[in-house]
């Protein structure tokens, strides 16, 4: 992966407060480099993962456990109901308060994710449209398929629909009514950025990621992720709702309602686990200022960071 120790000029804030930002593909190992990180240089953690704010949604989302955390704080997990939407403006405002409670105690806040619109809200403080939910046209829009909810928005707004997750309901739904309020979903305006962001990606050969993806997936099999869809079904998240997820939730949740066998699931999941990696790579490569590294580099991703939060 190599070492690059320079960031570009127009990167650099001197004035503003440094935060640091972790990001890359699914099961890239980067919530282990996290905590080593936030020990390392007296920081807190913010997730930046689109299903984590969900409270119950934690085999099938990665997210990080008690004892993984090593006593460093964890900030922006279970912090909504699956019921409920989550939009990435609700997001950016609970991050910027986070983030201004982390510097107010001089410590350096740490962005770690793999939700790349998530993690643009905060890092190009990007002005979202303020449209309020429309529960009808909700109700209406989550009985269809995703790909037909894909459609809809090639017809209102084909801009949107190029760089938009076309297997994501949720967000397939919320772009949908931005566009019918507004005649279209505007594109997205960056302001000014109130942070110098340090930005690390973690990336690693396909052959070892796709190994690493496999194992995963057969750790949180063994260790009741099947149980923890129930569960949330049980507790009366409806089963579109948990399709609406996707990859696990969806998955999973098909399973359960016997639509596809436990061997259809798991192939299907490696599958569409692996078009995600691909579609978060492509997200990433657009933002030239991401310095890579493979999260094996530990001490060299270290000298990075002391040399750029000084």
């Known amino acids: 992966m190599g070492v690059r120790f320079s960031l570009p000029?127009?990167?650099?804030?001197?004035?503003?407060?440094?935060?640091?930002?972790?990001?890359?593909?699914?099961?890239?190992?980067?919530?282990?480099?996290?905590?080593?990180?936030?020990?390392?240089?007296?920081?807190?953690?913010?997730?930046?993962?689109?299903?984590?704010?969900?409270?119950?949604?934690?085999?099938g989302s990665g997210k990080i456990t008690k004892a993984e955390m090593q006593k460093i704080p964890h900030h922006l997990l279970d912090v909504a109901n699956?019921?409920?939407?989550?939009?990435?403006s609700t997001y950016k405002k609970l991050a910027e308060k986070v983030l201004e409670k982390i510097l107010a105690k001089g410590k350096l806040p740490v962005i770690v994710g793999g939700t790349g619109f998530y993690i643009d809200s905060i890092v190009k403080n990007i002005e979202l449209p303020h449209v309020p939910p429309n529960k009808k046209l909700r109700k209406q829009l989550e009985?269809?398929?995703?790909?037909?909810?894909?459609?809809?928005?090639?017809?209102?707004?084909?801009?949107?629909?190029?760089?938009?997750?076309?297997?994501?309901?949720?967000?397939?739904?919320?772009?949908?009514?931005?566009?019918?309020?507004?005649?279209?979903?505007?594109?997205?305006?960056?302001?000014?950025?109130?942070?110098?962001?340090?930005?690390?990606?973690?990336?690693?050969?396909?052959?070892?990621?796709?190994?690493?993806?496999?194992?995963r997936l057969e750790r949180r099999l063994k260790?009741?992720?099947?149980w923890e869809v129930q569960k949330l079904h049980r507790s009366g998240v409806s089963w579109k709702r948990l399709e609406s997820f996707g990859l696990e939730y969806?998955?999973?949740?098909?399973?359960?309602?016997?639509?596809?066998?436990?061997?259809?699931?798991?192939?299907?999941?490696n599958k569409e686990i692996w078009w995600y990696v691909k579609r978060q790579r492509t997200w990433f490569k657009r933002n030239k200022d991401i310095q890579w590294f493979s999260p094996n580099e530990k001490n060299v991703i270290a000298a990075f960071v002391r040399k750029n939060i000084r």
Do not use: W
């Open 82 to 88: 699956p019921k409920a939407i989550f939009s990435v």
């Open 223 to 226: 260790l009741g992720m099947v």
């Open 143 to 215: 009985k269809k398929s995703a790909e037909e909810l894909f459609a809809m928005l090639k017809k209102f707004s084909p801009s949107r629909a190029k760089n938009i997750d076309r297997y994501n309901k949720v967000r397939l739904v919320r772009a949908i009514e931005i566009a019918k309020a507004l005649g279209n979903v505007p594109q997205a305006k960056e302001l000014p950025s109130k942070y110098d962001c340090i930005l690390i990606g973690l990336d690693l050969p396909d052959a070892i990621l796709k190994e690493r993806i496999a194992k």
């Open 250 to 269: 969806r998955n999973v949740a098909l399973f359960l309602q016997k639509k596809i066998t436990k061997e259809q699931m798991i192939q299907s999941l």
């Open 9 to 59: 000029a127009h990167t650099l804030h001197m004035n503003k407060p440094k935060v640091l930002v972790l990001l890359g593909p699914t099961a890239t190992g980067k919530s282990d480099v996290a905590v080593e990180l936030a020990k390392k240089f007296n920081g807190e953690i913010i997730s930046a993962d689109s299903r984590q704010v969900y409270r119950g949604m934690d085999l």
